[in-house]
């Protein structure tokens, strides 16, 4: 729907942001909400963080982009998945993560960690 700029310096901003095991999370998703958000003491905030860009390209006729590892540190915090959301577009999802299962962080940190920027591993591939 052409919503989406992932232009990685002039492009839209995206933030990701973490759910518990009771979200409804999925293909009927269509902008960030605060319910089931997860909550920290500390490290972690409404909305989630800041996801940097880096880059998109174009290879054997996929096109791809992923973002660089997100960590929320001192946090405390139970998570069953994420969104990914575009905050220039009227908080439009980009992509629901689903982590598998619950994953926890006691006063540590919490790291996203995305795949490589590969046509066969990155997080947003078209083919």
Known sequence: EAKHDFTQTTGD?????????SATLGKST????????????????SGGG???NTGTSLATNTAITDFADLSFTNVTLTARGALIYNTSNSNSAVAVLDFG?????????FTIQFPAFTTSAAILRIA
């Open 13 to 21: 901003k995206f933030k990701l942001a973490m759910y518990t095991s």
């Open 30 to 45: 269509t902008s960030f909400t605060t319910g089931n958000q997860v909550t920290s003491p500390s490290g972690y905030s």
């Open 50 to 52: 800041a996801l940097v």
């Open 101 to 109: 299962g619950d994953k926890t962080a006691t006063s540590g940190t």
